[in-house]
């Protein structure tokens, strides 16, 4: 029943790998057939798979391992090839599948007048490959393979327009900023493998939890290191400043990279290592403070933006920091439901923008549109139902379920709390001004610019799929207050540990909290952007709001830190160090040679009476010794 | 017949080896080197057949024949090569073909 697993990784991989080698001469069409086809089955497969999964009998372990082979063998190390399917896996492999082929769907239009096509479609098959393979692994190497591989796929995409050298220098900062966090996991893959003898990771989770004590040095060094790759992959403080640059890429990789999937394979480590986490609970409650920190402050920053994708980008910044925040306080489930109408609604969002980028002659900043409303209708109703769900609209939308689902978890979870509590709560009023300043802006308002082309049905239909998605997919786990039932958490319990209260008190209270949260937040949007925009230029014209919307503006100064304490030093380095002077060693070493090649050479004379009288010399000299000694 | 002590039959082969290296180091002329050179090769036969006759020993005589050998063949090489010094310099001074060249 599970054999077909290894299909879902390798099925997008031969799509990558027919393109590489044809995709230039093809026709546009053969290229897109199999560049969303491979995805495409790859995701009916997974849905095969998944469907085999959650209706398993009940008393049989809802898991399976696929072994393939072994990768190597060497001193004891010897990892395997090995797949793993279980609740937690499978729920992220069917929205990776499922919301990539959506995305490839909708690059096949999007990207219909590109010169690189076949390149696009071969980066993508390979991206959704490595992402597969990350969440399907069972041995921390082949997950690390899977995460340098999306890493790769991510730099490729960033600079996919490599002409502009802008684009270049985004592709290269990702690529290094996510490197900064993937060497501190590196090491501790390595700590782990060297302290626990393996690297499988049901068996890590095994031993760590016999042989570490809670708290233990190095259950928190271990929780440390693959939490720094996680905050690098996750864009998190302090390693978010790559993913609003990451935005030079084309529309449809932000959608799929840098929104729905790639972002959160931090979020899946750490769910995955779990074990790890709750070892080490120092590390544990850094996890949810640096997701609230991180979710307030690319709130605010997303608040100022005029790019309309970079508000996307710091959206999703923020959105991150509140899967972090439900994995800080130990609501396992809640950071993967998050996750899953992220990716929903998130996607959605960013493929809509880009619709109106593409109508609007790639036109990104949102001062120079406006009234959209009548001229894009079909794509207005797909962004304002994302819109709604990223601020989470109550009742009706999926980012209501999953975000009232992580506050509610931050509120109850003995290491959560009144403060993270609220600074959910303040980045959600947060989120709800930023989401609808961005719909009132490009949507409403009168029209600055008419748009040159409407979509056509093959952007229609991720479209109408994802935005439906963002409605439907919270019903899954309706909240006990509703009458409801947690069906996705009871589903992700034979794999993740369930959070600790069942019932949460006074839910009902939270939830009305929350919901009124948004309301505000969109009211404020309203009254500012809409109804007096003159309010809002008053307010950023003052000294206090233009000195704080340059610094939100420039995500907090962090880049201009970087480039001060980083950059720069590291240029006057190189600099100071363009002449060698680690070198002169050797260049000593080299001269000392030459000038006793100099002096022997001085010997060499040619004349035979001189080497003769040498010999004798040395004969005598010999024999003396020889006598003497 | 009284035998010749060994000591004086090796004095006489370090003699003849003395007076040998001095040829060589002290004349220029190629020719005069080669004979040098023979003296000492001579000098050192001496030495193995004195010896051989103080131990009643075959061996040195052997080893004699030897040095004989390659002094001939040693010879024929090393004139053939004075020859053509003569040829290309027109001189049989050794110092003038002190330049490894061509």
Request: glycine share 10%.
């Given at each position: ?86 609740a937690l896996?499978?729920a ?175 979020v899946?480590?750490i769910a995955?290592?779990n074990?790890?986490f709750a070892?080490?609970p120092?590390?544990q409650l850094?996890v949810a403070i640096?997701g609230a920190?991180t979710l307030l402050?690319?709130s ?18 923020s959105q991150i920091g509140y899967m972090f925040l439900a994995l800080g306080v130990g609501a396992w489930s809640a950071a993967i439901f998050h996750f899953m109408t992220h990716a929903f609604f ?39 139902i994302?819109a709604a769900s990223l601020a989470a609209l109550p009742l009706v939308t999926a980012g209501f379920y999953s975000k009232d689902l992580v506050l509610a978890r931050a509120w109850v979870a003995p290491t959560g709390g009144l403060w993270l509590w609220l600074a959910g709560l303040a980045g959600a009023v947060l989120t709800a001004v930023?989401t ?33 998605l963002s409605i439907v997919g919270g019903f899954i786990e309706l909240p006990a207050s509703l009458g409801g039932r947690p069906v996705f958490s009871d589903f992700l319990a034979s794999a993740l540990p369930v959070a600790a209260a069942e019932g949460i008190p006074a839910e009902g209270w939270l939830q009305a909290v929350a919901g009124l949260a948004c309301i505000v937040g969109i009211w ?106 | ?102």
């Amino acid at each position: 029943m599970f054999k077909p697993l290894l299909l879902v990784p390798l099925l997008p991989l031969a799509g990558f790998l027919l393109l590489v080698l044809g995709g230039r001469r093809w026709p546009r069409a053969l290229v897109a057939v199999i560049g969303v086809g491979a995805v495409g089955l790859a995701a009916l497969v997974a849905s095969l798979v998944a469907g085999a999964l959650f209706y398993m009998p009940a008393g049989m372990p809802r898991e399976f391992t696929q072994t393939l082979w072994t990768w190597m063998n060497v001193g004891g190390f010897a990892p395997q090839m090995t797949l793993h399917l279980d609740a937690l896996s499978c729920a992220m492999m069917l929205v990776v599948a499922w919301v990539g082929f959506l995305i490839l769907l909708y690059s096949a239009e999007f990207m219909a007048d590109d010169d690189g096509y076949g390149r696009f479609f071969a980066y993508m098959d390979l991206f959704v490959a490595s992402m597969l393979v990350l969440v399907l692994a069972g041995d921390l190497l082949l997950l690390y393979l899977g995460w340098e591989g999306v890493g790769l796929c991510s730099y490729l995409l960033i600079g996919f327009w490599y002409r502009d050298p802008a684009n270049g220098r985004a592709a290269r900062k990702a690529f290094i900023v996510t490197r900064v966090g993937d060497a501190a996991f590196a090491v501790g893959l390595a700590l782990l493998f060297t302290q626990l003898g393996t690297s499988a990771i049901p068996q890590i989770a095994e031993r760590a939890s016999t042989q570490w004590a809670s708290g233990s040095t190095l259950a928190t060094a271990a929780a440390a290191l693959l939490l720094a790759g996680a905050v690098g992959k996750s864009a998190q403080l302090p390693l978010q400043v790559w993913l609003p640059d990451a935005m030079a890429g084309p529309t449809p990789t932000s959608a799929l990279i840098h929104a729905a999937t790639m972002v959160t394979a931090g979020v899946y480590l750490i769910a995955r290592m779990n074990v790890l986490f709750a070892l080490a609970p120092a590390v544990q409650l850094a996890v949810a403070i640096i997701g609230a920190a991180t979710l307030l402050m690319a709130s605010f920053a997303a608040l100022v933006q005029t790019d309309i994708k970079r508000v996307l980008a710091y959206s999703t910044i923020s959105q991150i920091g509140y899967m972090f925040l439900a994995l800080g306080v130990g609501a396992w489930s809640a950071a993967i439901f998050h996750f899953m109408t992220h990716a929903f609604f998130k996607s959605l969002l960013f493929l809509g923008a880009g619709v109106v980028i593409m109508a609007l002659h790639h036109e990104h900043d949102m001062r120079k549109m406006g009234g959209l409303r009548k001229e894009l209708p079909g794509t207005f109703w797909a962004f304002l139902i994302g819109a709604a769900s990223l601020a989470a609209l109550p009742l009706v939308t999926a980012g209501f379920y999953s975000k009232d689902l992580v506050l509610a978890r931050a509120w109850v979870a003995p290491t959560g709390g009144l403060w993270l509590w609220l600074a959910g709560l303040a980045g959600a009023v947060l989120t709800a001004v930023y989401t609808f300043r961005m719909v009132f802006l490009v949507f409403f308002g009168p029209v600055k610019e008419k748009p040159s082309r409407r979509p056509g049905v093959a952007i229609g239909i991720p479209l109408a799929v994802l935005a439906t998605l963002s409605i439907v997919g919270g019903f899954i786990e309706l909240p006990a207050s509703l009458g409801g039932r947690p069906v996705f958490s009871d589903f992700l319990a034979s794999a993740l540990p369930v959070a600790a209260a069942e019932g949460i008190p006074a839910e009902g209270w939270l939830q009305a909290v929350a919901g009124l949260a948004c309301i505000v937040g969109i009211w404020l949007a309203y009254v500012c952007f809409l109804r007096s925009p003159a309010l809002a230029d008053r307010m950023a014209a003052s000294a206090v709001g233009s000195a704080l919307r340059r610094f939100w503006f420039g995500g907090w100064g962090f880049d201009w830190a970087y480039e001060q304490f980083f950059i720069r030093p590291y240029l006057w380095i190189a600099r100071v160090n363009k002449g060698d002077f680690i070198d002169a060693f050797y260049a000593g070493v080299a001269w000392a040679g030459r000038l006793g090649h100099t002096l022997l050479s001085q010997t060499q004379t040619g004349n035979v009476r001189w080497y003769a009288m040498g010999l004798a010399i040395g004969a005598v000299v010999f024999i003396a010794l020889a006598v003497l000694l | 017949m009284t035998a010749i002590p060994m000591e004086h039959g090796l004095a006489l082969a370090g003699v003849l080896f003395v007076l040998g290296l001095a040829g060589v180091l002290a004349r220029r002329n190629i020719v005069f080197i080669l004979m040098s050179i023979e003296i000492m090769l001579n000098a050192a036969g001496l030495a193995f057949v004195v010896a051989g006759a103080r131990w009643a020993a075959a061996d040195g005589q052997v080893m004699f024949f030897f040095i004989l050998a390659t002094a001939a063949a040693e010879v024929a090489v090393g004139l053939a090569l004075v020859l053509q010094l003569y040829h290309r310099f027109h001189t049989v001074d050794a110092d003038a073909a002190s330049k490894m060249r061509g």
